[in-house]
């Protein structure tokens, strides 16, 4: 499989973080893996980096998931056309289901994150197979 150049993990949890870096280095699908811890993080990540996919939480502190992709959607076309947004969520609120249906994003991805769902998100946006 090819592998993407980057992808780009946003959580608050460090747990998290680790086990999805953990699953993402075995399976081999990124040569590079980014963290951030919020939404802030990712953006300043974004200006320095350009992740083919970035994995971001909803409920996180300083900047929220529906407040990263409000920010994001300000990026220009160009930088935004090349990145495929899965959200990561545990449960979500049904006003925040709506507002999310309203972003830019690619779909919704329950946790855990497994190499079931990573074998999902690769055929459905990036036409790649484990």
């Not at 150049?5 to 040569?31: C, M, R």
């Not at 495929?84 to 309203?102: A, G, Y």
Request: hydrophobic fraction near 45%; avoid cysteine; glycine fraction near 4%.
């Amino acid at each position: 499989m090819d592998k993407l150049p980057s992808i780009l993990l946003v959580d608050d949890d460090s747990t998290t973080n680790f086990l999805n870096e953990l699953l993402l280095k075995s399976l081999g699908v990124a040569d590079q893996l980014l963290i951030a811890q919020n939404g802030r993080e990712a953006l300043t990540t974004l200006n320095q980096a350009s992740p083919s996919l970035i994995q971001l939480d909803v409920n996180m502190p300083v900047m929220n998931g529906i407040e990263f992709l409000e920010s994001y959607v300000q990026l220009p076309q160009e930088q935004r056309q090349a990145i495929v947004v899965v959200m990561l969520t545990t449960s979500l609120h049904s006003r925040d289901l709506e507002r999310v249906q309203e972003l830019p994003i690619a779909g919704l991805v329950n946790k855990p994150l497994t190499k079931e769902k990573v074998d999902t998100i690769l055929q459905m946006h990036f036409q790649r197979h484990l």
